[in-house]
């Protein structure tokens, strides 16, 4: 039995339609970590959704994730709802999200609280931006809505603590589509209105929602670009908005927010106390310290006066007298020290210490040389003996004086040994044992004889002639 063969495209088609035929897999919420986040230049947001032990891959297209209210981070629990299908060019299944939450917070809070962190890291919030608020202004500008209580508060404080205050309504919408852009718009008038020294910045308590457009990015940066100082007071005592963090001061309602800029009479009864004591203190640190600069004056005046002058030179001539002196004595005293460690070392390192040893040493050394040398002539002596026994043994001399004789080449001292040697008319000379004789060979006197104990029986062959040892 033969089995059918389905494409990749087939097998992929079948599990798309039993999934798209599961009605729970088309509207369905996960909840889980988001992990591998991407954001490509398309605007589609490719992510995993996770949990201890499965991983579900997901994707939020452009549409969707424009409309989303926060921005989703790796490791933030979220809850996706959307679809489950199948992605066919990677053969696996995954969740096309249309909607995400935040899991355990609202997404406007969780985007309220990433927005907070960006402008933070910014240094939109930086307390060195702070600016000073005026004491007494003048002019005072009220960004807020023109029926909220807000504005009615505001005045009425106003008129109650600094009647004389002249007051500039810049309105705005509060809460709701394109409220940021009018708060925006009236910061902007009310900064360039003639003579407002500052501007308040207020509305009435309410939800999150309500006061979302006191947490857009373009408030605060408004706020930070107003040339006049801005005080907030936005909903109530615990709502803590962005415009709060970014403004020079907080006030934590309307009302509080218009008595920081009209202080009451007796904050300034205390005030002008308080800038008169630092007024006067400074008054006496200055009279104090300027005479004290004119007492130093004075008192070199005095030294430059002739008395003075020899005075401090009497002074400073008795000064150098103990100085010297004490110089001269601590010179004498290190000489003296370095003297004694001078004689100390030169007694420690004195050849006549070493004298006696080195004596010792020499006379050891001396009698072991002659003890040696002694030796050494003992033993040549013998072996002279020796070789002068032996010498005398071997030499020819002892032989002549049993008889015998020597005879030699008068012209080249060669010893004859045998008469082929000698020529007729050779000169030779015979050493005896007394005396020696000087003989000529005759022509026809050498005979070569084949035994050596033929004795020469014939007409003597030779003339000799008797000579002395000196002949």
């Known amino acids: 039995m033969s089995a059918v063969a389905f494409t990749v495209t087939e097998v992929t088609t079948l599990v798309g339609n039993a999934l798209a035929a599961r009605p729970e897999l088309e509207d369905v919420l996960v909840e889980g970590e988001i992990s591998n986040l991407t954001r490509p230049a398309s605007g589609h947001i490719y992510f995993t959704l996770k949990d201890r032990s499965s991983a579900l891959g997901c994707v939020c297209f452009r549409t969707n994730a424009l409309r989303l ?6 490791g933030m629990t979220v809850l996706a709802h959307g679809q489950v299908s199948v992605y066919a060019q990677q053969g696996r299944y995954q969740l096309v999200a249309d909607r995400l939450e935040p899991s355990g917070i609202g997404a406007l809070a969780l985007a309220v609280e990433q927005r907070k962190r960006a402008l933070a890291a910014e240094g939109l919030f930086d307390q060195r931006l702070k600016r000073c608020l005026p004491l007494l202004p003048a002019r005072v500008a009220v960004v ?10 505001v005045i009425t404080v106003l008129g109650r603590r600094a009647p004389c205050v002249d007051v500039v309504f810049s309105s705005a919408t509060v809460q709701g589509d394109g ?3 009018t708060i925006v718009s009236a910061l902007r008038r009310a900064g360039r209105a003639r003579g407002v020294e500052v501007v308040l910045l207020v509305r009435g308590g309410g939800s999150l929602e309500d006061l979302m457009a006191f947490n857009d990015e373009a408030v605060a940066r408004a706020i930070r670009a107003c040339p006049v100082p801005v005080v907030s007071g936005v909903g109530h005592e615990t709502d803590v908005t962005i415009a709060d963090l970014a403004a020079d001061h907080r006030a934590a309602t309307p ?3 218009a008595e920081t800029v009209a202080p009451s009479c007796g904050q300034l009864r205390g005030e002008l106390g308080a800038r008169d004591h630092r007024l006067r203190t400074a008054l006496r640190r200055e009279v104090t310290h300027k005479r004290a600069r004119a007492q130093r004056r004075f008192s070199r005046l005095g030294q430059l006066s002739p008395g003075g002058r020899v005075a401090r030179m009497r002074q400073d001539l008795s000064a150098c007298d103990v100085r010297l002196r004490g110089a001269l004595i601590a010179g004498v005293s290190r000489r003296q020290r370095d003297l004694e460690r001078a004689r100390g070392a030169l007694e420690l390192h004195s050849p006549f210490r070493a004298l006696p040893i080195h004596r010792e040493r020499l006379a050891a050394r001396t009698a072991r040389l002659e003890g040696g040398i002694k030796s050494a002539v003992s033993s040549r002596r013998r072996r002279l003996e020796g070789a002068d026994g032996r010498l005398e043994a071997l030499s ?3 032989v002549i004086d049993r008889g015998y004789s020597i005879t030699v080449d008068a012209a080249t001292g060669r010893v004859v040994t045998t008469a082929a040697a000698v020529a007729p008319g050779a000169v030779l000379r015979t050493r005896l044992a007394q005396g020696s004789l000087v003989s000529e060979v005759l022509p026809g006197g050498v005979e070569v004889a084949a035994d050596r104990e033929r004795m020469y029986d014939g007409e003597s062959a030779q003339r000799h002639t008797n000579e002395d040892d000196d002949g």
């Open 144 to 153: 807020t809505s023109r029926t909220g209580a807000a504005l009615h508060d």
């Open 69 to 74: 209210a926060f921005a989703p981070e790796n």
């Open 179 to 181: 409220a940021a852009e």
């Open 396 to 398: 020819p001399l002892r």
């Open 255 to 257: 009302s509080a927010a």
